[in-house]
């Protein structure tokens, strides 16, 4: 097996050794032909003789030869092997690719986001993209090892639900056997019912919506990010968790993608030491006074208000992340809390990063009786969701928690203009894989 | 917040605390009741006063106290916290439970597998129960760790896919906004389109299957834990990590689980410092040598013959576990590897743990032209995978991998009867939460 990658060279220099990877493009200087060689590390120069004419790009390879520094006036700043090439004596080639249907060695991959989603797996050979989930597996490894440090318990929330329960109609059905049965659009209710044994508990999981829409900012498959504690002794100590959880997110990235991130070109988005918090309405006024837009009676915030209350965050509280709290009752799920001293008000808050939501999260109701009343006040019928029920009958704990969006935090991180760059097979009413169009 | 929990007790005999959990039970001793409090870390017996008569089990108190030492002759061994115990203060009762449906109090569950589904949001409330599923939470954990630190990428596999290719009849179908869609059987084609760019990955997956038929050992819905290897030299490679992994499970769950497998009275499995490796003929050789049962000419192993086998392992080479290699090729996938020594045998491979398979692997076809010969002999349709062909089309080296399912590891470690009681919230073709037969 492989046992030496590119980014292991630098310090190699005068050693024998061979190389495994892909042609990522190729030179021809008539006796001598240059090719760069690519592997999932990085890319170096490589000196071949006439046998490398019949490589083309995409070509597997694995390649015997010596590790050389480059003479002094060719070396290339630009890339981390720059100051390395490696002349090759043996060129075993694996297998061929075929002819590609756009240059993958350009820096910048200059096709549009359709076709560079019908071509998916060939994509994902640039270093560019490649990095932008490196960046992904991060964000997902660093909200585990946050939650972990803090003695959350993990666990794997279902994926198909016998009810939907917490909106209804962007429910994606399933054939079940004889039943009909559908799929989760959020690990809600099992988080709660883990919380009423566990205490703290965290998962990761797709979570699926039938989104009616095409948007910069919705997919149909998301990956959820969600906690939830019980014990608290005020919802604000949700908040803290969530502030505590993204900054170590970004933290780990920072740390860990370093060289992703100067590749993409990216400086991670600034963070008060504390997040600035203020309610849905604080929101309203702040944007009323610098747009004079008036959406102070609205029950939610509009897109073009989430960038402007993150524009103000950014100018007034050098913070490019915000929570907006005390959404209205109506407009949050009928288990959130509602705040005693702010009536008609829930205990629920949002983050919102560069002008996206991020998270959602809120205290939640642990008395059965009221959570019933609040279900039927909105005509949901929970009757199929018997286990949740029994999560408040034995005993619930007043508790709470906090969901992310894993792809709208790489989104927000790396300044990316849709949702699908951060989805490595992005779902939506277009696309599963293939364009559905294309379907019979 | 909830600060101090049961198993942090020990060390503060003298102090006074204040401790938040579930009733566990209660012996009323008239002026003096005592109560077993539970949280997620253990239990502790608490003296009350007249006020704790009011308690029921499962009720949600928080109790302000001073721990005190235990009397010698009322020292309980058989307790972790049984050389202390807790003077009650100050109660407080947070939420009150309903009469519960069974004594959740008692060592072991005396009720049914089914009831205690039933009820799964209550006996999750027991100890027992709940050291499953921390075990299971390490089994995963271990999965991740054992492969990043042989630096392969973790990636998030879709549940929503276009077409299935693998088999196809235990698929389970989505109503795609106007479309038709598939639940992932597996995230094997991904693995592949992803090894092609990334060379080692990994992915934690729901898996979801319309088995229909209920065992004791197939669910509809699985955690699966796949990894995929780029630039093999020997399908043995393969062999090589997932033992490598499996060993690296076994070793965390002995450190991290040790109470739950106490509690238990679980010991691990054992595993010989190499797994013994034999071809499924030679298997089937070996047991009709040891029953006289004759199944050479089968192409798989009947559940009675993996059991078998594994007896076998266990007397002569001193392990839980063993390796099956060649399994014909009309038994697995078309993408499978045929072994260019034994025609008609596949580079493919299972590890079978106390009788049960727990994981299967194999080296695939990396040539494009093989791939779509082997796939149109079977009369299997891949048109609408073109990601998958994709992969092969632009660059694919020699690789493989496999894939374990948890609640199987599970279910062997700890010896469990029934793979339900190895997942949080078993789906079958009997029960999603609920029993179906309970539906309109």
Known sequence: MKKLYISDLVDKIGSEVELCGWVHNKRDHKKIVFIDLRDSTGIIQVIGDEKFKELNPEDVVCIKGVVKSRPEKLINPKMKTGKIEFEAKKLKIISHAEALPFDISKENLDV?????????SLSLHHPKIQAIFKVEETVIDAFREALKKKSFFEFQSPVIIPQTAEGGADVFEVKYFDHQAYLSQSPQFYKQIMVGAFEKVFTVNKTLRAEPSVTTRHLAEVITLDAEMAFIDSWTEIMDMAEYTIKYIFEEVDKRNKSELELLGVTLPKIADKIPRIKLREAQEIIFKRTGRDNRK?????????????????????SDLIFVSHY????????????PDDPNYTLSFDILGRGVEWMTGSQRINDLKLLLKKAKERNINIHKSELYLQAFRYGMPPEGGFSFGAERIVMGILGLQNIREASLFPRDMERVDIRLSTLD
Not at 112 to 120: A, F, K, V
Not at 328 to 339: A, H
């Open 112 to 120: 549009t986001l359709p076709i560079l989603l019908d071509y998916r």
């Open 298 to 318: 609205e029950p939610d915030l509009q897109p073009e208000d989430e960038r402007e209350i993150c524009r103000w965050a950014n100018e007034e509280k050098k």
């Open 328 to 339: 209205p009752t109506s407009k949050r799920p009928f288990y959130t809390f509602e705040d």
